[in-house]
C-alpha cells in the first residue's frame, strides 16, 4: 500500500492540489516511525504507512493557515482534524485528507524491549478499544491490500479499568492521584503535543486573573491537569498522544477516558463524530441528568 | 487555615496549623455558594426577609446566572482549602436567560464525576436548584450542607499556599 | 485605590445581631480602604449625603455599601456615587441583611460573618473597571409578521401612536381566521361586521403598509436594527392599476376548491379570496390558471378594462429596516384525520369546525344552510366531538387548546337557530368555559337551545346508509350510547403553524415542544421574548380566543411603541467583552449565546502577522449572562460586572 500512498502523495504535489503533504517517514533506528513534511515529487518516495505510524500529525496542521496541506490520517487522527473543524482551527478546503486504514499502532514503548518484528510487539494501549477501521472522512482512501489485518481485538469492555478504579475507595483515589500528579513537573509537553490544546494563552498561563498556582505544587497540579482534561471534554479523541509526550509517565489518557466514558453514559457524546456535531459545553439536552443536584 | 472557628477576620490569614486535625465537633467548614442572581440569591433574600435560621458558614458569591460558573472558581476553591462549594441556580425552565442552568447542569455533570475519580469527596462540591420563592429550602439546603461537610472533614488536602 | 466603605445599621434590623461599629473598624483594615463608618440608614438622604461627602473629602475612588440586597439599594448607591463623581459601576454591596443579620443569631459570628462579607465586596470592588451605558439608535418602524386580527390590532396601536408599521400577511388578503368565522362567541356578534372596520382602518392609515402575498426571507439584526428580507410572491394582477372591478374573475372558466371555504364551495383560478378582501385586488393561482398549466385562455387579461394582468410578474424580495418585531403568525387546525375510529378524514358528512363556520354563515358556500355534504340535504340530528387533538398525548397535544369548547356551544347554538327541527349533541371530556360570560353562555346553550351534553369520549363512527352511527359512552351515566346522526362536527384544536419552526429559527426566538413560540416569561413577561425587540401575540404563542389575540396585541404594541419613543437604547455596560489576543476563534461562545449577541469578525494579528478570526459581542443584543465566559476555554471572553477577575479577587480573600 505504500506503493499506491507515495503515487496518490505525487499526483497531489504535481497537480499542485497540495502545497505540502504531512506524513510519516522511517526514523534513523530504522523501525521507527517519525513526522516528514514534503513538498517536493521525490520526497514521495520516503513515505510510509504501517503499525509504527503512532503519532497524531493533525497537530501539525493548524501552523500552515491559508495552505493547502495534504495529510495521511488514520481514524482517530481524523477525528482530531474533525474536531478541529468543528471548531474553526481549520478550513475542510484546505487540507487533503489521506485516509488509511488501520487495525492498530504498535506501543511504543515496547520498541526499546529489542522486539522488532510487529507480531512479537504490543500494540498500544489506545488501540485496544478501538476496532480496525476506515476513517470516517477522507479525500483519498489508501486501501489496505497487501497489510494483513493484525488482529487488535477491541476490549470487550473499554472502560474497564476505569470502573475498577473508581470502585476504589476515595482514599485510594485521592493517594494515587496525588503520587501521579506531585510528579507533574509542569513542563507542559502535554499541552504542546495536543491538536486540541491551539488555545492563544492557555489558562495555566494567564495572570489576570492567575487561576491556579502556577507552581508544582499539589494544588497547582492537580488543578492544571483537572482542567487539562476538562477542556478535553467532547474534544479528546484519545490519540494518546500526551501521555506518550509526559516525560514523567503521569498516566493521563486515565484521566480522559474518565470524562469519555461519562459523556458517553451522561450525553452519549462522542468526540469527533461529525462535521456538523455541537461542540459538548455549547449544546445541551433538556433531559440532561441531573441526579447529582439537589 | 484554621479551621476551628470561622470568624478569621485578621487581615493576614494564619495558615501555619493547616495540618491539625480539628476534632469533629469544633470544626466549622467554610463554605462557598456561587448564586444565581436572578433566583438562588433571591431565595437566600427570601429566608433573610422570612427570618429563617441557618449556620453562618456560607459565603455567597453572586453571579448572574449558574452559567457563569466557571470550573476554575470552583477548583480555586477546592485548591485554597475551602471546605465545601455548592453552585445553586434556577430550576430547569426557569432560567432568566432561559438555558444558563441547562449548560451548567452538562458542564457540572462532568466536572462532579471528574473531582470524585480523582479523590475529592464528592461532598465538598455540590450542586442545587433553589427559586426565589425557596427562602426556606434555602436555609434547609444550608444546614444541611453545613452537616454534610462536617462528617466529610477538614479540605485538609490542601490550601498549603495560603 | 481608595475605597470608602459604609455599614449600615439599618435601625436595629442589622444591629440588633451584628456589632456594626466593630464591622466598620475591622473594614478600616482592609486593603486599600482609606475610610470606614457606619450609620443609622445609610440609604436615607442623610445617609447617602454621608458617603457623598466623604467621597469629596477623602477622595475616594471606590464605594463599599454594606447593607442590605444589592436588588433592594444597587441602583440607589449607583447613583448616589454618580453624583459625587464617581463612576456608578465602582460600587459594590456587601449583603450583611438578608445574608447575614436575619438569618443568624446575635453574636461573634455573626458579626464575623458580616466582617468577611464586607472583605469579600472591598475584595471585588478593588478589581470593579469604570463602565459606560452604551447607546444604540433605533430605527422607528414596527415589523408585523401576520395580517390576522392580532396583526391587523397591532398595526392600528402602532399607527394610532404616529409610527409606522409594516404587515406582511402570506395570504393574498389581511384578516387571518377571523374572516372565515361566522358568529363570535359569547355575544355572537357577526365577525365580519366586527373585523371588516379593522381591516379597513388599517388598509387606509397612512402609517400602515401592508404586503401580502408575502413572506419573511430572512431576518438579521437586533433590537431596534432588525433588517428584514421580504419576499413578494407574484399576485399577477398589478395592485396599482386594478380597481378590483371584478371582470376578471366572473370570466375565469377555471373552478377549483376555496381555501377559504374549506373546499366546500368553488373559487375561480383568478380570485378574491373573500368579498371584503384587503386589498381588494385578485390574485392568479398560477397551480390552477390555464395560462401557467397549459399556456393557453389569457381571458382575464383580455377583459380587463385597466391592463392590470400581468402574467409575467415575478418574486420580488424588498429589504427594510425595523427596530422593533411583532410575530402574530397565528395557528393552523389541528388534522384530525390521525383518528382512525373517526373514519381518518374520509367521511364526507365528518367535518370540523371551520367547515361549520362556513356552512353557517349566510355568504357562505351553502347560503347559511346546514347540510350534508354528502348529498346536500339538511342536517336535523349533528353531533359535535370537542378536543379533537386537544389533551390526547398519544396523537394530538398535551394542551387544552381553549376555545373549542366555547366555539362548540356556538355550533349548537346557531345550529338550533338555523334549523329549529335539528337536534345537537355534544361529546366532551370537560367544558372550559372560563372568560366573561362564557359560562353562562354554554348554560343557555344546554337550557334554551336543548342541546344534550354528554361527557364522554366518542369511540368509533362508521357510515350506515346515509347515516353516521356515532357511538360512545357518557360516563356520568354509564349508559353506552349511539347516535345516528347526518352530521359530525369535530371541534379540532389549535396547533403551530406548519412552518413555525423554521420562523422561530430565522428570528432566533425559542420555541416549546409544540412548536409554540416560547415567551419570556410565562407570567410577567407574556408578550415578550427573550430576544429583545420581538415580541408575540395571538395564537403563535399558545391558542387564543379574539379577545385574549385582540389583547395580547394591544400589549405586544405598546411594548413595541416603548421603543419607538426612545431617542437611542441604553443598555447596561454589564455586559459580555472579547480579549481578541487570548479568542481562538473556536465559536464555543456563539454556539452557546442563547441570545445569538456574539459574531465573528476578523482581525489583523500583529503578533502572528496574519489576519485570523477572532468573535465579538454585538453590544445591543447581550443581556450579560456570561453563559460564554465559561463556554470559552481560553478566558477570552469576560463579563463586565462579574469578571473573572473580580470573582477570583472574592474568593482570593475567602
Known amino acids: 500500500m505504500n506503493v499506491e500512498l507515495r503515487k496518490k502523495a505525487k499526483e497531489l504535489l504535481k497537480t499542485k492540489q497540495v502545497e505540502m503533504i504531512i506524513g510519516y517517514q522511517r526514523g534513523p533506528d530504522g523501525i521507527s516511525a517519525t513526522p516528514v513534511f514534503i513538498t517536493r515529487e521525490e520526497e514521495a518516495e520516503n513515505l510510509i504507512w504501517d503499525v509504527y505510524c503512532v503519532y497524531n500529525l493533525s497537530n501539525y496542521l493548524k501552523d500552515f493557515p491559508g495552505k493547502k496541506i495534504g495529510i495521511i490520517a488514520k481514524e482517530c487522527d481524523v477525528r482530531s482534524i474533525i474536531v478541529l473543524l468543528q471548531e474553526n482551527q481549520l478550513k475542510r478546503d484546505d487540507i487533503f485528507i489521506i485516509g488509511v486504514e488501520c487495525s492498530g499502532v504498535i506501543a511504543e514503548h515496547t520498541l526499546a524491549s529489542g522486539k522488532e518484528s510487529p507480531g512479537e510487539l504490543d500494540f498500544d494501549e489506545k488501540c485496544k478499544a478501538c476496532r480496525p477501521s476506515t476513517p470516517r472522512l477522507y479525500d483519498y482512501l489508501v486501501s489496505q491490500k497487501d497489510q494483513k489485518d493484525k488482529g487488535v481485538l477491541p476490549e470487550e469492555n473499554p472502560y474497564q479499568d476505569i470502573r475498577k478504579f473508581e470502585a476504589k475507595s476515595i482514599e485510594e483515589r485521592f493517594k494515587f492521584w496525588q503520587e501521579e500528579f506531585s510528579r507533574c513537573i509542569r513542563c507542559y509537553a502535554c499541552r504542546q503535543i495536543c491538536p486540541m490544546c491551539y488555545c492563544p494563552r492557555c489558562v495555566a498561563d494567564q495572570t489576570m486573573p492567575t487561576w491556579f498556582s502556577r507552581a508544582p505544587d499539589l494544588e497547582g497540579n492537580l488543578a492544571w491537569n483537572v482542567i487539562r482534561a476538562f477542556h478535553l471534554a467532547g474534544r479528546c479523541i484519545d490519540c494518546g498522544e500526551c501521555e506518550r509526550a509526559c516525560p514523567v509517565g503521569i498516566p493521563l489518557r486515565e484521566v480522559n477516558k474518565k470524562i469519555e466514558k461519562d459523556i458517553k453514559e451522561l450525553f452519549d457524546y462522542e468526540a469527533g463524530a461529525g462535521v456538523d456535531q455541537k461542540p459538548l459545553l455549547s449544546c445541551f439536552d433538556q433531559n440532561d441528568p441531573e441526579d447529582f443536584i439537589r | ?162 | ?654
Open chain 2, 1 to 162: 487555615m484554621n479551621k476551628s472557628q470561622i470568624p478569621d477576620h485578621s487581615p493576614q490569614k494564619n495558615s501555619g496549623d493547616r495540618n491539625l486535625k480539628a476534632p469533629i465537633k469544633d470544626f466549622e467548614p467554610k463554605i462557598v455558594g456561587f448564586l444565581c442572581n436572578w433566583c438562588s440569591y433571591a431565595g437566600a433574600d427570601l429566608a433573610g426577609t422570612s427570618r429563617i435560621k441557618y449556620p453562618p458558614n456560607i459565603r455567597v458569591i453572586r453571579v448572574p446566572c449558574s452559567g457563569r460558573v466557571n470550573p476554575l472558581f470552583v477548583l480555586n476553591c477546592l485548591m485554597n482549602g475551602v471546605d465545601g462549594v455548592l453552585v445553586s441556580g434556577c430550576h430547569i425552565g426557569d432560567c432568566h436567560y432561559s438555558e444558563g442552568n441547562f449548560y451548567a447542569r452538562r458542564r457540572f455533570a462532568i466536572l462532579k464525576r471528574l473531582l470524585e475519580y480523582i479523590g475529592i469527596d464528592p461532598r465538598r462540591f455540590q450542586m442545587a436548584w433553589v427559586s426565589a420563592a425557596e427562602g426556606e429550602r434555602w436555609a434547609k439546603l444550608v444546614g444541611e450542607l453545613v452537616e454534610e461537610i462536617k462528617e466529610a472533614g477538614p479540605n485538609e488536602h490542601f490550601g498549603g499556599n495560603r
Open chain 3, 1 to 654: 485605590m481608595k475605597i470608602g466603605v459604609f455599614t449600615c445599621h439599618c435601625g436595629t434590623n442589622i444591629a440588633a445581631t451584628v456589632d456594626v461599629e466593630k464591622v466598620a473598624q475591622a473594614a478600616a483594615e482592609f486593603p486599600g480602604v482609606t475610610f470606614s463608618t457606619a450609620y443609622n440608614y445609610m440609604c436615607s438622604d442623610p445617609g447617602q449625603n454621608i458617603v457623598k461627602k466623604a467621597i469629596k473629602e477623602h477622595a475616594l475612588d471606590r464605594v463599599v455599601i454594606a447593607s442590605c440586597s444589592p436588588s433592594l439599594h444597587e441602583k440607589t448607591f449607583r447613583k448616589c456615587v454618580e453624583d459625587a463623581g464617581i463612576n456608578p459601576y465602582l460600587v459594590e454591596m456587601a449583603n450583611i441583611r438578608e445574608h447575614c443579620s436575619w438569618v443568624h443569631p446575635e453574636g461573634e459570628q455573626t458579626t464575623a460573618k458580616a466582617i468577611e462579607l464586607v472583605r469579600i465586596a472591598v475584595a471585588k470592588v478593588s478589581r470593579d473597571r469604570p463602565l459606560e451605558m452604551t447607546y444604540t439608535p433605533i430605527e422607528k418602524k414596527v415589523l408585523i409578521i401576520g395580517g390576522g386580527i392580532a396583526g391587523i390590532q397591532s398595526a392600528i396601536d402602532i399607527a394610532f401612536a404616529n409610527y409606522p408599521a409594516v404587515i406582511v400577511e402570506r395570504e393574498p388578503s389581511i384578516g387571518g381566521r377571523m374572516a372565515s368565522f361566522d358568529k363570535t362567541f359569547p355575544t355572537l356578534d357577526c365577525a365580519a361586521c366586527i373585523l371588516t372596520p379593522k381591516m379597513v382602518t388599517v388598509s387606509q392609515s397612512e402609517h400602515v403598509t401592508i404586503h401580502t402575498y408575502s413572506e419573511i426571507e430572512e431576518v438579521t439584526g437586533y433590537v431596534g436594527n432588525f433588517t428584514v428580507k421580504i419576499r413578494k410572491k407574484p399576485r399577477s394582477v398589478d395592485i396599482n392599476k386594478c380597481t378590483g372591478c371584478g371582470v376578471c374573475y366572473g370570466k375565469c372558466p377555471v373552478r377549483v376548491p376555496s381555501e377559504f371555504d374549506q373546499g366546500l364551495g368553488k373559487r375561480p383560478a383568478i380570485y378574491i379570496p373573500f368579498p371584503q378582501a384587503v386589498p381588494n385586488v385578485p390574485v392568479i393561482d398560477r397551480e390552477s390558471c390555464l395560462w401557467f398549466t397549459e399556456q393557453k385562455c389569457g381571458i382575464c387579461q383580455k377583459v380587463c378594462p385597466f391592463g392590470a394582468i400581468d402574467y409575467d410578474m415575478e418574486d420580488e424580495i424588498i429589504e427594510e429596516k425595523f427596530g422593533a418585531i411583532i410575530v402574530a403568525t397565528g395557528f393552523q387546525q389541528f388534522d384530525y384525520s390521525v383518528y382512525g375510529e373517526y373514519g381518518y378524514g374520509k367521511f364526507k358528512n365528518v367535518i370540523t369546525g371551520l367547515h361549520f363556520e362556513r356552512m353557517v354563515n349566510s355568504s357562505g358556500p351553502t347560503g347559511g344552510k346546514i347540510i350534508k355534504p354528502s348529498d346536500g340535504k339538511e342536517a336535523r340530528e349533528v353531533v359535535f366531538i370537542q378536543c379533537i387533538g386537544s389533551r390526547d398525548e398519544q396523537k394530538g397535544v398535551p394542551y387544552c387548546s381553549r376555545l373549542c369548547c366555547m366555539y362548540t356551544a356556538k355550533h349548537a347554538l346557531l345550529l338550533r337557530e338555523h334549523n329549529p327541527d335539528a337536534q345537537a349533541y355534544v361529546f366532551y371530556i370537560d367544558i372550559r368555559a372560563a372568560g366573561k360570560n362564557y359560562e353562562e353562555f354554554v348554560k343557555k346553550v344546554q337550557d334554551e337551545y336543548g342541546a344534550i351534553y354528554l361527557r364522554g369520549r366518542v369511540s368509533r363512527i362508521f357510515e350506515k346508509g346515509d347515516k353516521l352511527i356515532v357511538r360512545g359512552a357518557d360516563t356520568l351515566s354509564g349508559a353506552q350510547i349511539e347516535i345516528e346522526a347526518d352530521l359530525v362536527v369535530m371541534a379540532t384544536g389549535l396547533v403551530a403553524m406548519p412552518d413555525a419552526v423554521s420562523l422561530a429559527q430565522m428570528l432566533h426566538i425559542p420555541y416549546d415542544q409544540n412548536n409554540l413560540f416560547t415567551e419570556a416569561h410565562p407570567k410577567l413577561a407574556p408578550v415578550e421574548t427573550i430576544t429583545s425587540g420581538i415580541f408575540l401575540t395571538g395564537a403563535c404563542q399558545a391558542p387564543k380566543d379574539i379577545p385574549d389575540a385582540v389583547a395580547t396585541a394591544s400589549a405586544a404594541s405598546v411594548k413595541a411603541l416603548g421603543l419607538m419613543v426612545q431617542d437611542k437604547l441604553a443598555r447596561e455596560p454589564l455586559i459580555a467583552r472579547v480579549i481578541p489576543e487570548l479568542c481562538s476563534g473556536c465559536r464555543a461562545c456563539i454556539e452557546a449565546c442563547p441570545f445569538s449577541a456574539i459574531e465573528t469578525e476578523e482581525i489583523e494579528d500583529l503578533r502572528l502577522r496574519r489576519k485570523r478570526t477572532v468573535v465579538k459581542v454585538i453590544e445591543g443584543v447581550c443581556t450579560g449572562c456570561g453563559i460564554c465566559t465559561t463556554a470559552c476555554r481560553m478566558s477570552a471572553i469576560d463579563l463586565e460586572g462579574f469578571s473573572n477577575r473580580q470573582i477570583m479577587e472574592e474568593l482570593a480573600v475567602l
